[in-house]
Nanobody, 129 residues
Framework: QLQLVESGGGLVQSGGSLRLSCAAS????????ITWFRQAPGKAREGISC????????NYADSVKGRFTISRDNAKNTVYLQMNSLKPEDTAVYYC??????????????????????WGQGTQVTVSS
């Protein structure tokens, strides 16, 4: 079964940290650009970060820049999202998606990234005040 699986979500107080993982099952992430998305109840899905296949290029939405860090360990077939200084407005379901035909470099709009070949099922992040 080819799939992405997110993990690491949970409940954390404002100012706390979480690290999310996006692991591939049945295929390798080595050749894929990965983008993290989030969606809060009643709100549109928001692209928040992406990382190139080699890890040499990263991009962040203004809403998370300076607080979140994306990284990857291709040997472990996993991409990570380190989330620091969490705020209540970060509360959402976080998804990862993989694609091969888009760019992830500084300045590229995350809203225009894609297409994506695989999506994860999401992991809930809740930040309390």
């Amino acid at each position: 079964q080819l799939q992405l699986v997110e993990s690491g979500g949970g409940l954390v107080q404002s100012g706390g940290s979480l690290r999310l993982s996006c692991a591939a099952s049945g295929f390798t992430l080595e050749y894929y650009i990965i983008t993290w998305f989030r969606q809060a109840p009643g709100k549109a899905r928001e692209g928040i970060s992406c990382i190139s296949s080699s890890g040499s290029s990263t991009n962040y939405a203004d809403s998370v820049k300076g607080r979140f860090t994306i990284s990857r360990d291709n040997a472990k077939n996993t991409v990570y999202l380190q989330m620091n200084s969490l705020k209540p407005e970060d509360t959402a379901v976080y998804y990862c998606a993989a694609g091969t035909s888009y760019s992830c470099s500084a300045g590229v709009s995350l809203a225009r990234a894609g297409p994506y070949d695989y999506w994860g099922q999401g992991t809930q992040v809740t930040v309390s005040s």
